[in-house]
């Protein structure tokens, strides 16, 4: 009886993800066309006149994408951390760049290290709770097939979680604690109730590492039969020790301790206590800005834990139940993390050299970075597939995630939402080139000369929009974002689905018959002699 309004909550969620940005975004309009007879300093009032002088100085649309492009790459530098520095003479040679701005910093790299932890799971988890969907994914993190009460009790438990993070890191004092002690209490809940994955929303929080060490020896004492939906929880949790390098240093030692805990051992603690020394030396590279030189040790000494783990866990009887957090949040990673960044890097250095080119060249310059951007896919596509099949041959058991199966179902259900994992995966070097499109397509569409006049002339100096014409003109200038982004989307779907599987299989390369082709090769025991 209840699980048609279960599955209506579920969507409703779903639906709610979609709105609440476009809802923000035209909140925000609609406050700041309302500052515009605000006292003249203020920041109500300079933030009306930002916009009003933005839209005025438009002109065509190409000078509005160049404007747009700088302020949404100078955001970028900001969102990665590195705004305000330069890079080495010899990157910025390499694009002929006068400006001294980032290009590949350590602070992206440690960036991307905890976007390429958090993004695939996210879409494992949010597919699996709005579908209820089990693919080869889901299976190897222990999400089971179960009706949608149970999928919203998940996202309800997640919830909470993230509350309480929140709470932890706004609160001061005992408050920490007590709040922290509510974490550790969800997580609890979450293992004795099977509700799974419960902690990755919450992947952001920063006071989390207390909790997921607590909640580690929690799990281990009592989990029973929840014991590797718990560890799923407890292991994601672990993102929110902080930043970057130290987020997924923990992430993984909280994998490797659960791997131990459940099987008895006590060497989870250690595990544990060797994530807080990466926290603490992470932090003390970056206060001593020798960011550059922790990185460098750390990623060589992931790779070695990545190769040597499951050699030293696979023979413990709970290898099948937790090998896969090792899987996802070692192996993945480290090898996902490099590409983002060279992405990055790429992107960022194209799009500046077109703005100090000038003209038509930033809109050439990024046809350049989508076509370089589809090249990575299929080097990450090769890392990838080497790198699965490099872990499996460590442990010496049967795969964790079998490729011939996952391509069988790719090709026989390419849209299914159970291989949505896949592309999160693979297409994360495009996210720079999306933001790109949506930049030019936003552009496109805020450049069109009758609505630009109009917004401009409903916008009046020194005055407040009235408001009998502020919703209207606030949904225009939703309606423009919202277009951009999805005319963006569009044309990036319709560029790479060409490249791949149109421009390329013309020269005899089709990426999935490639990748069955690798995965038949199994380069790491031809390596190894087998």
């Not at 080869?136 to 949608?148: D, H, Q, T």
């Not at 281990?220 to 718990?230: D, F, L, P, T």
């Not at 050439?364 to 076509?371: E, F, I, P, R, Y």
Request: aromatic share 8%.
């Amino acid at each position: 009886m209840l699980e048609p309004v279960i599955e209506g909550a579920l969507g409703t969620l779903l639906a709610a993800l979609v709105v609440a940005p476009v809802s923000l975004l035209f909140a925000r309009y609609a406050l700041i066309l309302g500052g515009g007879g605000a006292a003249a300093g203020s920041a109500e009032r300079d933030a009306y006149d930002r916009l009003r002088r933005r839209l005025a100085d438009g002109g065509p649309a190409v000078a509005v994408y160049t404007g747009l492009l700088t302020r949404v790459l100078d955001a970028v530098d900001r969102f990665f951390g590195d705004a305000g520095t330069a890079a080495p003479p010899a990157q910025r040679r390499l694009f002929g760049l006068t400006a001294e701005v980032p290009l590949w910093s350590p602070a992206a790299l440690d960036r991307c290290l905890l976007l390429a932890l958090l993004y695939p799971l996210l879409v494992v988890f949010l597919v699996w709770a709005l579908s209820g969907e089990v693919g080869l994914a889901e299976k190897a993190l222990r999400l089971p097939e179960i009706g949608g009460g149970q999928r919203l009790l998940a996202v309800a438990v997640a919830a909470g979680m993230v509350g309480a993070f929140i709470q932890s890191n706004r609160a001061t004092g005992w408050r920490v604690w007590a709040w922290l002690g509510v974490a550790c209490a969800v997580v609890w809940g979450g293992v004795k109730i099977g509700a799974v994955a419960v902690a990755v929303a919450g992947a952001g929080a920063g006071a989390g590492a207390v909790a997921v060490a607590v909640a580690v020896a929690v799990a281990g004492a009592g989990a029973g039969a929840g014991a590797g939906a718990g560890a799923f929880a407890v292991a994601v949790a672990g993102a929110g020790a902080g930043a970057g390098a130290g987020a997924f240093a923990f992430a993984f030692a909280v994998a490797v301790a659960v791997a131990v805990a459940f099987a008895g051992a006590g060497a989870g603690a250690v595990a544990v206590a060797v994530a807080w020394l990466v926290l603490w030396l992470e932090g003390l590279a970056r206060r001593r800005r020798r960011q550059a030189l922790f990185l460098s040790l750390f990623l060589p000494a992931v790779l070695l834990a990545v190769v040597t783990a499951p050699a030293a866990l696979a023979p413990l009887p709970t290898w099948t139940k937790t090998g896969s957090l090792l899987l996802f949040f070692g192996l993945l990673t480290a090898i996902n993390a490099p590409f983002d960044w060279l992405s990055l890097g790429l992107t960022r250095g194209l799009l500046r050299r077109g703005i100090e080119m000038g003209g038509l060249w930033p809109l050439v310059l990024a046809a350049v970075d989508l076509v370089a951007s589809v090249v990575l896919i299929v080097l990450l596509t090769v890392a990838m597939v080497v790198g699965v099949q490099a872990f499996d041959l460590a442990s010496g058991r049967d795969p964790l995630l079998p490729l011939g199966d996952l391509f069988d179902g790719i090709a026989a259900m390419p849209l299914a939402a159970r291989h949505w994992w896949v592309y999160a995966l693979l297409l994360s070097t495009q996210f720079p080139s999306l933001l790109n499109l949506t930049i030019a397509a936003t552009a496109l569409f805020r450049g069109l000369p009758p609505l630009a006049r109009w917004v401009r002339a409903s916008m009046p100096d020194g005055a407040a929009v009235p408001v009998i014409n502020r919703q209207v003109v606030a949904f225009a200038l939703t309606g423009q974002v919202v277009l951009g982004f999805v005319f963006g989307v569009v044309v990036e779907a319709a560029v790479v689905y060409g490249m791949l599987f149109v421009v390329l299989p013309l020269f005899g390369f089709e990426l999935l018959e490639f990748a069955r082709a690798l995965a038949a090769l199994d380069l790491p025991r031809l390596a190894m002699g087998g």
